[in-house]
């Protein structure tokens, strides 16, 4: 019998997702069935609850779910826990293991596919939603120099370092604290959905610096603004595919040769 997995989210016909998860089984000769399904907005838990009794095996969970997905989950992985927020679900008749494989998947594209030697790096994390909070611990783990969150509210940036309690790595505050350069820049902010950009430093790039948007598929102020400096860019498509990687990986047990799929995105 085909295995169903799904992608839960609202809006959701955008996602890429299927298309992503139908390569990968195609690649890999795992027999699943892929959907995206627009979860209502007051009802996530029974349109999850649905899907369970039809027999789906695992999902993803995008925006606006992954704080009430966190809140279904019967066990957590230990990075789903620090995220407060889980994108991927592991179903068993008795059981809802939930998974964040976001900061995974950008660690990833940062290092396998970017080329990205984190350890000893100056890394700053722009934003303190829960974009930013699913990539902060797998960050810390490459023993970069130090993480530091900046957000245009500096005490939701500094609240959010005080949770994850990650000791002298992490440092936080507002954009006006900054001080030197950093090796990797991220952009995790809502910014670039209104098409702005936040208050930067001028020379907040240092040599060979990596600024890394994670929004894909249109081009964005920020990165605009970090080529104009001569900045090596990067798009959050890759870690879209790593993301997806990681959970097929925890479903199916092998993990999918993702350069291939990116290469497939990249031509639509």
Known sequence: MTDAYAVFGNPIAHSKSPL????????????????????????????VATFRLHGGCGANVTLPFKEQAYTLATRLSLRAQAAGAVNTFKFAPDDVYGDNTDGAGLVRDLTANLGLDLAGKRILLMGAGGAARGVILPLLEQQPDCVFIANRTASKAV?????????????????????????????ATSASLAGDLPPLPEAIFASNALAYDMMYGKDTPFLAFARERGVRTADGLGMLVEQAA????????????????????RGI
């Open 20 to 47: 992503i998860h139908t390569e990968f089984s195609r690649q890999t000769g795992q027999d699943i069935i892929y959907s995206a399904l627009l979860a209502p907005l007051d009802d996530f838990a029974g349109a």
């Open 246 to 265: 990681e959970a097929f990986l925890l479903w199916r047990g092998v993990r999918p040769d993702t350069a291939p799929v990116m290469q497939l995105l």
């Open 159 to 187: 609240g959010l370092a005080q949770v994850m309690g990650a000791g002298k790595q992490l440092l936080a505050g507002g954009y006006a604290d900054l001080s030197g350069q950093f090796d990797l820049v991220i952009n």
